[in-house]
C-alpha cells in the first residue's frame, strides 16, 4: 500500500482547506478505493506524532512512497533556514533528508512548486521553490535533483492548486502511472488547456465586448486584468467544487498557476501599452492583435452587445 507524507513548511493551509473540497476522487476514496495510506498531514493525521514518523523514515522502518510539500521552502536567515523550524531542525533540511527517500515528491501548490506569494519581492526570508524560483530552475533541490521514480518534483500549481488536480496526481501516482510534463514540471494532463477556454464569458471575449468596472457580464481581459487566456490551468475544465470557477463568479483569473504569480501589479488591472494589454492571449501576434479585435467588436450581434447572455 503506498503511503503519502504531507508536510507544510511556509504555508497558510489553502491547499490543506483545498484538499478537504475533492470530490473526484476525494481524499476519503483516495485512502479507501486507491489504496493510499496517509502516514503523517499535520492537520488530518492523529494516530502519530511528526517525531515518531520522521524517525521511521530516515531509520528506513517506513518507505516513503509519496512526499507532498505545500509551502514556500524558507532559507533565511542566512540559508539556515530558521525562520521556519521544527524543534530546532529547519524545514528545509527535513525536506532536504526526506526527498532523496522518497519514490515521487509533489509540490501542492504554487508555493511549493516556484516559490509563490512568499517569494514576492522584496522576498525577505529568501523563499524559494522545490526546484524553481519562479520561472527559473534551480529552488532547493536545484535542477538536476530526481526522486526514485526519475522524475523531478511534479508540480501541482496553483494558488491554491485545484482539489481534484491534487488528489487526481495522487491517485495516479498509487496506480503507477507515469505523468506527462511540461517545461515547468506541471502535469500535462491538468495544465495544457487555458482558463480562458470553458469561460463562460468566451463570446464576449470573441466580440470584444469588456467589461471596465466588476460585476457586469462582459469579458474582464481588457481592463480588468484577466489572465485567463495566458494562464494553463483546470480551472474553467473542471469547476471548483464541481459548481464554480473565478471567472464565472466574476473575478478575473490571477494567473495562479503560473511561475510569475503573484506579479507586481494590480491584479485587478489590464497593464496595456497604449491602448493595447501589455500581454496578449497566448501565441498570439501583437500586430494583428487589434486587427482582430477590431473587426471582431464590427461584427458583434446585438445580443452580445447589449449583454443578454449570461456568463
Ligand atoms: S473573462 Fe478572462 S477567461 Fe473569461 S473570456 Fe474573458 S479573458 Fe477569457
Given at each position: 500500500m503506498p503511503n503519502i507524507v504531507w508536510i507544510q513548511t511556509g504555508a497558510c493551509s489553502g491547499d490543506s482547506m483545498a484538499l478537504l473540497c475533492a470530490?473526484?476522487?476525494?481524499i476519503e476514496n483516495l485512502l479507501?478505493?486507491?489504496?493510499?495510506?496517509?502516514?503523517?498531514?499535520p492537520s488530518l493525521t492523529?494516530?502519530?506524532?511528526f517525531g515518531q514518523i520522521l524517525d521511521a523514515l530516515l531509520g528506513g522502518r517506513e518507505k516513503l512512497d509519496i512526499l507532498c510539500i505545500e509551502g514556500s521552502l524558507i532559507t533565511g536567515p542566512n540559508n539556515t533556514g530558521q525562520y521556519d523550524s521544527w524543534k530546532g531542525r529547519a524545514k528545509i533540511d527535513i525536506v532536504r533528508e526526506l526527498a532523496p527517500l522518497a519514490t515521487h515528491v509533489v509540490a501542492m501548490g504554487t508555493c511549493a512548486a516556484f516559490g509563490g506569494v512568499h517569494a514576492a519581492g522584496p522576498n525577505p526570508t529568501d523563499c524559494t521553490g522545490l526546484q524553481f524560483l519562479k520561472g527559473e530552475a534551480g529552488g532547493l533541490l536545484g535542477a538536476d535533483w530526481r526522486a526514485r521514480s526519475g522524475q523531478p518534483v511534479i508540480n501541482v500549481a496553483g494558488?491554491?492548486?485545484h482539489p481534484n488536480t491534487m488528489t487526481k496526481v495522487l491517485a495516479m501516482l498509487a496506480a503507477d502511472d507515469t505523468l506527462k510534463l511540461d517545461g515547468l514540471n506541471r502535469p500535462l494532463a491538468f495544465f495544457?488547456?487555458?482558463?480562458?477556454?470553458?469561460?463562460?464569458?468566451n463570446e464576449y471575449h470573441e466580440y470584444d465586448i469588456e467589461d471596465e468596472v466588476l460585476g457586469g457580464r462582459g469579458c474582464m481581459f481588457f481592463s480588468l486584468g484577466c489572465r485567463g487566456p495566458q494562464t494553463l490551468a483546470p480551472c474553467n475544465t473542471e469547476l471548483w467544487n464541481g459548481h464554480n470557477s473565478k471567472t464565472r463568479a466574476g473575478v478575473p483569473c490571477f494567473?495562479?498557476?503560473?511561475?510569475?504569480?503573484?506579479?507586481?501589479?494590480?491584479?485587478f488591472v489590464t497593464p496595456k501599452i497604449g491602448a493595447v494589454p501589455k500581454f496578449l492571449p497566448l501565441g498570439v501576434a501583437r500586430a494583428k492583435f487589434m486587427a482582430y479585435k477590431n473587426l471582431a467588436r464590427a461584427a458583434a450581434p446585438e445580443r452580445v452587445v447589449n449583454r443578454e447572455m449570461e456568463p
Open positions: 470530490d473526484q476522487p476525494s479507501q478505493r486507491h489504496g493510499l495510506r496517509l502516514l503523517w498531514h492523529t494516530d502519530a506524532r494558488c491554491p492548486a495544457s488547456s487555458l482558463v480562458h477556454q470553458g469561460c463562460t464569458r494567473g495562479c498557476t503560473a511561475p510569475d504569480f503573484p506579479s507586481n501589479r494590480d491584479l
